[in-house]
């Protein structure tokens, strides 16, 4: 069965830290691995990843495949408030995405 | 502006009463899909349309239906709501299967 795990399942931190997300997958005929930005609402998207080994980086955020160890990281640098939110992590292949349930991070002045 | 709006935002609805949720893209997308999303569980897809008239189960299809007529328009249907069926609902759009989506608000359907 397709499934994709994160952790950790919640993170509090202050301001200025840096932390770094979790995604493992096992995803049959997998494609693609995509991370999202929930926060009120509905998911924003952050990255799609296709290849191994090449970090996609958007300001402060930066994300990076393994398709060997079928795993991924989000890292965020010099976290701030408005970074509150839960990440999810999805695995694609020919037909869907497979959702993990998804990573609460907290950043607190 | 690119977008997918869902209507209502939220709903109270009683068991058994049909209700439409209605989602609409103006991107000119192929690809259209529902989730829903519920506490512990993530978000699990419901079903998914590739093009006009081509639709297919997701992973938690029981007590849904949906049509895809016209390529912006793709409705998620509940013949007889159960309190079961409440629950955060996305509608999402992409260009292609696999590609990032567009996600809507949401709709926040409670069955009583």
């Known amino acids: 069965e397709d499934k994709v795990v994160q952790s950790p399942l919640s993170l509090v931190v202050h301001e200025g830290d840096t932390v770094t997300l979790n995604c493992s997958y096992e995803v049959t005929n997998f494609r693609s691995l995509l991370w999202y930005k929930q926060e009120k609402k509905a998911p924003t998207f952050l990255f799609m990843l296709t290849s191994s080994g090449i970090e996609k980086k958007s300001g402060r955020l930066s994300s990076i495949l393994d398709k060997k160890e079928l795993f991924s990281i989000l890292n965020i640098t010099a976290t701030q408030t408005g970074d509150s939110a839960i990440y999810l992590c999805a695995g694609g292949n020919t037909d869907k995405l497979i959702f993990g349930t998804g990573t609460r991070l907290q950043v607190f002045p | 502006e690119a977008q997918v709006t869902q209507n209502p935002r939220y709903l109270i609805t009683v068991t058994g009463k049909k209700l439409t949720v209605t989602c609409s893209q103006n991107m000119n997308h192929e690809y259209m899909s529902w989730y829903r999303q519920d506490p512990g569980l993530g978000l699990r897809q419901i079903y998914y349309?590739?093009?006009?008239?081509?639709?297919d189960k997701g992973d938690v299809p029981e007590g849904y239906k949906v049509s895809r007529k016209e390529k912006r328009n793709f409705p998620l249907i509940l013949e007889s709501p159960s309190p079961n069926q409440t629950s955060l609902y996305f509608c999402a759009s992409s260009s292609h299967r696999d590609y990032g989506y567009t996600f809507g608000s949401g709709t926040r359907l409670t069955v009583v």
């Open positions: 349309s590739m093009n006009v008239e081509v639709t």
